[in-house]
């Protein structure tokens, strides 16, 4: 996941922003080697690759999924190759009259790839958890559906690079499948057409991925639409990939939700999606009792529109300069980061940061499935500094800070071509200088007071808790408060009261778990 460098905004809590056309998955030009199956097509197609393929090589992916936008290039180049030896061989072994299905010829692998997010049920089939997952198998296995194929194995490697690929694929399937094997005796042909014994290697390099150059310049939006219009189409995203009979297979996963759900309720940015939130919870409570250890009534949870219409539109800040780059995962930091300014302080100088960062853990943990994305974000979850995490003040900066250490790697791994990133939108570290002059020291340091505040103008957008509101260039100012809108002052008098009180009967900090939270939520929601 990554944090881009966009506009900053000044955001209110009106009522969301008009969405326009759908944003599905992009579509890509097709590369040789490669076939890309959905639901309607994939029983039909597997079992018509035994007529010609020994085994298939099939990846569930997410087109969202960082990881898997790393590895598809990697992916694409390990089809061409298969492709280009199996012609090869093709030639060869036919040329002598062997026929296709013939025990004498080598063993053929096909390569294949499904995308899972937009076809849900066939990867539940298939017990689906994570991202990108590779399994080999037999296509009249994958045809029959057949989850639990005596014959299946996964092909898990790290790195995922196209030699540690190869070489597991071909220890699985009994031969060498980085190169062609060719009948005794057969002369090749090199590329020039004259005879030879050994043949060079003409995969073609796949450039369906590559950016256009960067524009001059680049048009920035600069709406609170475009804010809060990426984080619903996020949330809704968000919800809809978590709805899955494979990611609610725990009782674990039962409580993350709910504690994910009532943050939601309590601290979403936009009105609709906290309230979409709260009908869920309360589907989910119903549709999975404590006493069950699974859910009950998938469908009814699915019934649930968290965010009211949901009239997706494509991603405004969020939009890459391609459309495999940023979105969904872009629009997901926003989300983190508005929730962490938004979260309701159940108790002065208490533990909500701590329990904020325990909710997000779940999340990760359970319902985040691009797999190297939720490893490293639960390492950073595992370190000291997170430990550390006590207040809301805390919680803010640990996750700004985090976000920051991600943008680093990113761009290490963008120069080193491991993973390469959007070429226009590049990581940063966020905030720029040039948008929040008091985020830095005089010295070039980090002013943790002032990011504080930045964070909690862009997310909350009171012009009391701006950086300045002085109106300089390069500084960024709050939107003067609509005059119907008093919570911030309804909530000073309203906390002191409620903390008074709340000392007065108890002197220990409130826990609350997924009903008790949401009722500490709702005590101060629109603060």
Known sequence: MSLDLYTIYTLNTSSACTADDDDDAPVEPATPGLVQLDAASFVGVTNDLALTFDYVLMEFYSHWCPACKAFQPTYKEIAMHLKTIM???????????????????????????VDCPENTALCDTFRIHKYPTLYLDRPLAFGS???????????????????????????IVGRSVEEAILPEGYIQRSSNG??????????????????PSPPGDVAWPSTDCDVKGDVTIATIEMFEYLKSKTVLGTFAARKALMDWLGLLETSHLVEECAAGAGEALRVLEASWPVTSEQILDLDALKQVKICGKEQKRPYVSCAGSTPETRGYTCGLWMLFHSLSVRMPM???????????MEVLEGYIKHFFQCSDCAEHFLQELQ?????????????????????????????????SGTNPQDP????????????????????????EEGVLKFLSAHYYGLSDQATNGAGETGKV???????SITWPR???????????????????????GPIAGRRAYRSTKGR
């Open 194 to 211: 004259s005879d030879g014994s050994s043949r060079q290697d003409t995969v073609p390099q796949d450039t369906s991925l590559r950016p």
């Open 346 to 356: 159940v108790s002065e100088g208490g533990n909500d940061g701590k329990r904020w």
């Open 490 to 512: 309804v909530f000073v008098i309203v906390a002191f009261v409620f903390l008074a009180v709340y000392h007065g009967l108890k002197s220990n900090s409130v826990q609350y």
């Open 477 to 483: 100012t709050a939107a003067p408060p609509k005059a």
């Open 383 to 415: 370190g000291s500094d997170a430990r550390m995490v006590s207040t809301k003040r805390d919680a803010v900066l640990w996750l700004w800070k985090t976000h920051n250490r991600v943008n680093e790697r990113l761009v290490r791994e963008d120069a």
């Open 145 to 171: 559906l057949a989850a639990d194929s005596q014959t299946k194995v996964e092909v898990d490697v790290k790195p995922r690079t196209k030699d540690k690929v190869l070489k597991r694929v071909g220890e």
């Open 424 to 447: 226009v939108y590049k990581h940063v570290q966020w905030p720029l200088e040039g948008v929040c002059g008091t985020c830095y020291e005089s010295t070039g340091g980090w002013n």
């Open 87 to 113: 012609d090869e061989e093709d030639v060869a072994w036919g040329g002598i009259g062997v026929p296709p299905q013939s025990a004498s010829r080598p063993v053929r692998v096909a390569v294949a790839r």
